[in-house]
């Protein structure tokens, strides 16, 4: 990025806060260095004055009056700043310092080898403005900030109370008392981590989840496709066997019945051998005097009678297996036909979802692209506005040629 590396290279310059140009309003201009190190010095001495009786109890609106007296008594400039607006300057530079400080800690706490400290201030300044969309521009305030003790107090009494609040009641939030009562809650951020890098986090790890919820339906998605692959492959290899075995039945059918037919013939060309009735036996069977009551052509023609009934339902229970199979054979084709256009449908759903997914790509890329080149925009646009009327011959020389360059770019 153009502007973050512009931010590195201008590390040694003071930062200058510098809003757009618009129509003046009843409120007073932009604050400039000098005022912002005046409102500095002027929270951190009024803090340290207080007496023990007045001390935690004085009322917001008299704490601010006593830092408004004490920054027109000391004051070696114009201004005519009201309480309400020293307030206001106050709390946009205590927020941005504070998370300026949890970028810097966050970097710190990489500890990085052969990184100068000038290196370390630089990547937290990119840092805050990567998440932030904005440069930091309270630099010279940090610097009165950074190892002053009620600075440091304040801080450490700031990890304390949002320890203590998240431990007792997470819900309720508590502002920090830094002997100015009523100060609003919105001014105290987590200074353990950047509002900035947690989003980050908790965006990365909804990332992360729905690429899996992803994976894991791909994953399904394939393991069916291998599913209807395998029964598509095995439907030829049972509709072979069943046709093996129709022709096979088929082909035995014949035989069974020429068998039959012969078992038939020798049947009815069977007579039974003379057997004189012997009647000196005692006992004599029932059942041999009940064949001679009916003649043995007759029963035989029965018989016969009942094998071709027997030979015609076994005829009609192959016929209904075959046309059985048939059905059997016709649906397995109609599943496996069913199968390949839905393997069809999946592969063109996938197809499908590639495309969408590198439309997206695409669509992000451009996005970055137009959101960078916007971002350059701005920071020219800041360059160009910027008035260096109260710079020293160095600063004036360098956003000269930063303007130059750009016009030289707009051509």
């Avoid at 803090?47 to 109890?57: H, K, M, P, R």
């Avoid at 830092?67 to 700043?81: A, L, Q, V």
Wanted: charged share 35%; hydrophobic share 30%; proline share 4%.
């Amino acid at each position: 990025m153009e502007p973050a590396n512009e931010m590195c290279q201008q590390e040694p310059l003071p930062q200058v806060e510098v809003e757009p140009i618009v129509k003046k309003s009843q409120r007073g201009g932009n604050f400039n260095v000098y005022e912002d190190n005046l409102l500095v010095t002027a929270w951190i001495n009024i803090n340290i004055t207080l007496n023990v009786v007045q001390g935690n109890e004085q009322k917001h609106k008299k704490y601010w009056n006593r830092i408004w007296e004490y920054f027109h008594e000391h004051k070696t400039f114009t201004s005519e700043r009201s309480p309400n607006s020293l307030m206001n300057r106050w709390s946009t530079i205590q927020l941005a310092v504070i998370k300026f400080c949890g970028y810097l800690a966050q970097v710190e706490s990489e500890q990085p080898s052969g990184v100068t400290e000038q290196d370390k201030i630089c990547k937290a300044k990119l840092m805050y403005h990567e998440f932030q969309s904005t440069t930091f521009h309270f630099e010279h305030c940090w610097n009165v900030l950074r190892f002053h003790p009620k600075w440091m107090a304040h801080m450490q009494s700031a990890k304390l109370r949002k320890r203590s609040v998240l431990t007792s009641s997470p819900c309720t939030p508590d502002p920090i008392n830094q002997g100015e009562d009523e100060v609003p809650h919105e001014t105290f951020v987590d200074l353990e981590q950047p509002i900035g890098w947690k989003a980050e986090n908790e965006k990365q790890k909804k990332k992360e989840r729905t690429n899996s919820d992803v994976t894991v339906i791909l994953n399904e998605i394939t393991e069916d496709k291998k599913k209807k692959t395998k029964r598509f492959v095995e439907a030829p290899d049972q509709e072979k066997e069943m046709l093996h075995l129709t022709q096979e039945d088929m082909h035995n059918k014949p035989e069974t019945l020429r068998l039959e037919q012969a078992r038939e013939e020798e049947f009815c060309n069977w007579t039974p051998d003379p057997d004189p009735i012997n009647q000196g036996e005692e006992e004599v069977s029932h059942e041999t005097f009940v064949d001679l009551e009916q003649p043995i052509g007759r029963k035989t023609k029965k018989d016969k009678r009942k094998r071709k009934e027997i030979i015609d339902s076994d005829v009609i229970v192959i016929l209904h297996e075959i046309t059985e199979d048939k059905k059997k054979k016709t649906k397995l084709f109609e599943e496996a036909r069913d199968q390949e256009k839905e393997m069809l449908r999946l592969m063109q759903e996938d197809v499908r979802i590639k495309q969408e997914k590198v439309h997206i790509k695409r669509e992000e890329v451009r996005i970055k692209r137009e959101m960078l080149r916007l971002e350059q925009a701005r920071e020219e646009e800041r360059i160009m506005m910027l008035d260096t009327s109260g710079m020293s011959e160095m600063q004036k020389e360098y956003f000269d040629q930063r303007k130059m360059e750009i016009l030289e770019k707009s051509k």
